[in-house]
């Protein structure tokens, strides 16, 4: 085996487990909160999450998990995902509670994380050796990404 396809299988394996952690761990805490654990539903209350909004929330949650552990809508699940945990951080913020942010945050760097070593493609517009640019694109014959 070539040094570079062991570099593959790496970031495979270890992009494959930091995808599978935040995807597991936002599904999980979505059913607690469809099983209205109590501690869950006091700390969701004291946000402002109560009744429809607990369940909204659990809804969205449950949905950004699967479409971002879903191999085939992981690009949209990943924006999704990024947007409620997002909105989990600015909740906690909000509440005063700084340091229960950390949690959200840490699961959105996970995510992008396994996200950009399962799929190094996405960050194509950070990679200077290819035209980006409408001028370069036309004089290298190559459609333009921005049109």
Request: aromatic fraction near 12%; charge should be positive.
């Amino acid at each position: 085996m070539t040094n570079r396809s062991q570099s593959s299988r790496t970031r495979f394996i270890v992009g494959t487990f930091l995808i599978f952690l935040p995807g597991v761990a936002l599904g999980f805490s979505s059913i607690l909160k469809f099983a209205g654990v109590p501690g869950i539903v006091h700390k969701m209350a004291l946000a402002g999450f109560t009744d429809g909004k607990l369940i909204l929330v659990a809804t969205l949650e449950l949905a950004s998990a699967f479409l971002f552990l879903y191999s085939r809508t992981r690009a949209f699940g990943l924006l999704f995902l990024s947007a409620f945990l997002g909105g989990a951080i600015c909740s906690h913020v909000q509440t005063g509670e700084l340091f229960s942010a950390v949690g959200p945050a840490g699961l959105l760097t996970l995510a992008w994380t396994g996200s950009w070593l399962r799929h190094p493609e996405m960050l194509w517009s950070f990679d200077r050796s290819s035209p980006t640019r409408i001028g370069e694109n036309i004089q290298a014959g190559l459609p333009s990404r921005e049109a």
